[in-house]
């Protein structure tokens, strides 16, 4: 399993949805941590701890964005990805986006 600290490895102020509101967006975040590692059927841990918070267009972009981008089922991104937060509202807040996102998908 991949491990990825969002602080760590990113940045502390993640913000935005596209690249084009910046480089600490949530689709900058989903090409470089995420899409790589799930097309190759490898687990990431993402640890949300240690920034100064999340918009939840960059939560939605980073996480729904990723079932959109490989247009794979929420499941096989439920499985594939975990999370630790001393947050838990996040964890779940994203695991809601990534529903949404298969829901759509059809």
Known sequence: MITVSVAKDFTRYPAGRYKQ?????????RERFLEGPLRNGESVLVDF???VG????FLEEAFGGVVRALKVP?????EHLKFKSADPSICEEVVEY????GRKLG
């Not at 509101?21 to 975040?29: C, K, Q, R, V």
Request: charged fraction near 25%.
């Open 21 to 29: 509101n910046g480089e600490t967006s949530g689709e900058a975040f």
């Open 74 to 78: 929420s499941s096989f991104v439920k």
């Open 54 to 57: 999340y918009g939840s267009s």
């Open 98 to 101: 990534i529903e949404e996102a």
């Open 49 to 51: 701890d240690g920034t």
